[in-house]
């Protein structure tokens, strides 16, 4: 063999792949049946996530810039010296000094700052009435090094100033912070439906706020773009984008009114966005909203590169049943924010749907961010999916989506005109809908929740936080209320509970396994997993070799309501005759596992009440199930 310095071609000796050849073998694979539906997927927005891409598909053409330039960097000094974005954890602990604990415990723990959750109407918090509350709160902080974030609802206005008061009064020096007071009052308006002062007056009052904090060369921003509020209660990513950019041209409208220019009001803004599970449309989501922003920015006038983005890991995809499978849902989330550009992240602590998180919940959450950017190094690579042909498109796709309902918004007369209107909050509770659909259906799955749930106690035990202050005064227009996607399930789960406490036993449904473990074993489990999902015990076996035995244990077992599960050969020969029998030997309902298909009528004339299978409304299903046992 002749030796060379050219590197060996080993691909040499093979056709050159294309699209068309992978899609030739494709077609034949699948056998005539639907590509669209087999292969391709679909955000809540419609846009197609295709099985393959390919340089066609990205970059030539794109609307975004290049990957790893602007505005898909992070660009700013205090990240970079972070080795990639900033750890800011959230701190809720009702009183001032126990909140001060935590964030010293933070702190000392590898945040690198902390976003303080104040008590206020309609949320829960840290209690702070005043500047020596919040003193207390920030005291032994080094807040030239540490920035704070500050979450203060309708009370935002208040808690700015009471912040502003405090840092006199702990001797900062002003030019040194690097803090957020993140006053949102369309954010406010949105979430409870009304703000501390008619939402125009707010506005102003936010203005004249950062007005103030401009030209005291304070290095602090006042405003918040928080886009995390419709995601909460629901949104697509597109409805949560285009939140984002109606919400920001809202603030530069306020800002212009007052005789602040586009530039100088950019440096008062900050942006928040939610991160979830779904790990590339989280990444393509946040790499948007950078472009979204940058493109208002430079319509403005303005130059984008102070644009500061927040993500904070979902509270809608948080389950209280199992907790610990949070773990997975917030690393995933944070991945994608670190992915997408985030300069600070925020994830919730895995016992955050059930209370106030405890020193163990806190640093799992802060060692998550620690893990990924430290020994995963996520943070010290500039726009990490920047190239991949699927993220650009995916980016350039939402972004466009985005950018269409954001016009759709501007052209009914804002954002403050279409939350009045309820229009938005109407198409929001819409695609929520949707979403709960493919939830209850089984489409879109919750571990934990809705599939592998655990029936037993989980072992977590949390501190109930404060009861929350009412909204005063009443909604002046419908609010973009949270809910989490696994409410429906859980609230099956809590009337199991229920049941549990009052008669001493879980309600039971009675497994009749017709056959071997092969022969069962693939519907048997999926059905107990299924009644665990509704807090139902399924009183399982290895198998019954005949009727007879299936019978005779069902007898034994107490259990009222008996579910066939067998294969479908199994079922052609025995369901009919075990129906029968079961109903003989006491049952008050028969059910089996699967479709009945051609065999419907047959089964039902023998006894099968009804039928639990992939893709029904499982709610619906277990909730019926639950009446039958008594528990509902």
């Given at each position: ?147 704070v974030q500050l979450a203060g609802g309708i009370g935002g206005l208040t808690a700015a100033r009471h912040f502003i008061s ?467």
């Amino acid at each position: 063999m002749t030796e060379t310095n050219a590197p060996e071609n080993l691909a040499s000796g093979f056709e050159p792949a294309t699209y068309d050849a992978w899609r030739e073998l494709v077609e034949k694979a699948l056998k005539g049946a639907d590509f669209d539906k087999r292969l391709v997927a679909r955000t809540a927005d419609g846009i197609r996530i295709e099985p393959l891409y390919t340089r066609a598909d990205a970059l030539p053409g794109s609307d975004t810039a290049a990957p790893g330039a602007a505005p898909f960097t992070r660009g700013t000094a205090i990240e970079a010296e972070s080795h990639g974005w900033h750890i800011h954890q959230r701190v809720g602990a009702s009183e001032p000094a126990n909140a001060n604990k935590v964030i010293l415990e933070e702190l000392e723990g590898g945040a690198q700052g902390v976003v303080i959750e104040i008590a206020g109407p309609g949320q829960a918090g840290v209690k702070i009435t005043s500047a020596k509350d919040m003193a207390v709160v920030l005291a032994g902080m080094h807040l030239d090094f540490a920035p704070v974030q500050l979450a203060g609802g309708i009370g935002g206005l208040t808690a700015a100033r009471h912040f502003i008061s405090a840092l006199v009064s702990l001797g900062t020096k002003p030019g040194s912070i690097i803090s957020r007071l993140n006053v949102d009052p369309v954010g406010t308006y949105a979430r409870f439906g009304t703000t501390w002062a008619p939402i125009e007056t707010a506005l102003a009052d936010t203005v004249k706020l950062a007005s103030e904090v401009h030209a005291s060369g304070t290095p602090l921003s006042t405003v918040l773009v928080d886009a995390t509020v419709p995601h909460e209660a629901g949104a697509s990513e597109a409805q949560e984008l285009a939140f984002l950019a109606s919400a920001l041209v809202a603030y530069l409208r306020a800002f212009e009114a007052a005789g602040v220019s586009a530039g100088d009001a950019f440096s008062q803004i900050a942006f928040a966005l939610s991160a979830d599970t779904d790990l590339f449309t989280g990444t393509a989501k946040v790499r948007a909203a950078r472009t979204i922003i940058a493109r208002i920015a430079e319509a403005s006038g303005a130059s984008p590169s102070s644009m500061h983005i927040t993500a904070v890991t979902s509270g809608r995809m948080m389950a209280k049943r199992d907790p610990w499978t949070n773990m997975l849902r917030t690393t995933a989330a944070c991945a994608s924010a670190a992915f997408g550009g985030a300069n600070a992240i925020t994830v919730l602590p895995y016992t955050y749907a059930l209370g106030e998180p405890d020193r163990f919940a806190r640093r799992i959450a802060r060692n998550t961010q620690l893990v990924l950017m430290e020994e995963s190094s996520l943070g010290r690579v500039a726009d990490p999916t920047g190239g991949s042909w699927y993220v650009e498109e995916l980016t350039d796709e939402l972004a466009d989506a985005a950018w269409s309902k954001f016009q759709a918004i501007e052209a009914a007369g804002g954002l403050i005109a279409v939350l009045t209107s309820g229009t938005l909050q109407d198409e929001i509770a819409a695609t929520a809908k949707a979403r709960a659909k493919a939830i209850a259906s089984g489409r879109q799955e919750l571990t934990g929740v809705s599939v592998f749930p655990k029936l037993g106690e989980d072992g977590v035990k949390v501190t109930a936080r404060d009861a929350v202050a009412p909204v005063g005064g009443g909604a002046q227009i419908k609010p973009l209320t949270p809910h989490r996607l696994g409410e429906a399930f859980e609230a099956l789960r809590d009337a199991s509970d229920a049941y549990l406490v009052k008669t001493g036993k879980r309600p039971r449904v009675f497994l009749a396994n017709l056959g071997a473990i092969v022969d069962h074993n693939r519907r048997s489990t999926w059905v107990w997993n299924l009644l665990a999902a509704g807090g139902i015990e399924g009183l399982t076996s290895d198998g019954y070799k005949d009727t007879d035995a299936a019978v005779a244990a069902f007898k034994d077992s107490g259990a009222e309501i008996a579910c066939l599960a067998s294969s479908d050969e199994i079922y052609a020969a025995q369901a009919e005759a075990a129906a029968e029998a079961l109903m003989a030997a006491g049952a008050k309902k028969v059910l089996l596992a699967g479709r009945p298909g051609e065999s419907e009528a047959a089964l039902k004339a023998a006894g099968v009440d009804g039928f639990l299978y992939a893709g029904q409304d499982t709610i619906a299903a277990l909730s019926d199930l639950q009446k039958s046992l008594g528990v509902s």
